[in-house]
């Protein structure tokens, strides 16, 4: 799932080379990705693109007036191309969500939103305003503007597993499941510490930790031409997606665990003090 380092990437390269283009043609190829029908798309033809912005991990395209806002949930990813064909897409057919044409159809270049695999959750919006939309109004403190008296306030109180709080939009914004285990391996917190109850000094590694990673992974995907790619990308990945793989920081076995749609991975050295943390699927099989 692309989270806020990808989305950056995504709004930077729109920034260096959508602005000032003109929204010629919006195709739409799956009505169910577009959340709304007011105004409607046609409304971006003839205006001009005056910015791109990311709140969270949505993408907003400012077309002068209305926006047109993007989730990519799971699978979803925009892929700039330099000469878009004019032909309409079919409906309904491939990844193909949503075709944006800033230029002369079949000459000038535009964007596709897609959308791999079957669960379609990747969604548009078009709105008047950014914070229209449900998922923005809701979105925390962005993780890239946190500082110590914002973490502490985000962390205040708080019952719940570090890896909970950090993923939850509603609290900060922008970090999702791969970012979360990176950050928590970089400051040397177990996913399952409680968020209320880290010391100062765990405090400080872990705004170290965000800061740190976030900014790492942007400039690696803003390096590699994310939108120029067919899909997320990432590497220098530590611990996230490496189960059974050796730490690169201390050589222990990289370990997961699994819930049944996702799973997160963690080093038990650097992390939880050698203990492997239980695993709920692992242990229901065992009971
Ligand atoms: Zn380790």
Redesign the pocket.
Known sequence: MPELPEVEALAHHLRAHAIGRTVVRVDVASLTALKTFDPPTTALHGREVTGANRYGKFLDLDCDGPHLVTHLSRAGWLRWLDTVGAAPPKPGRGPLALRVHLGKPGQGPGFDLTEAGTQKRLAVYIVSDPRQVPGIARLGPDALSLDADGLRAVLAGRTERLKTVLTEQSTVAGIGNAYSDEIL?VAKLSPYAIAGRLDAAAQARLLDAVHGVLDDAVRRSVGQEAARLKGEKRAGLR?HARTGLP??????T?REVSFADRSFQY?????TGGKPLADRRLSRLLR
Do not use: L
């Not at 080093?267 to 992390?271: L, M, S």
């Open positions: 391996h611990v730490c690169p920081e201390c050589g222990d990289v080093c038990p050295t650097c992390q």
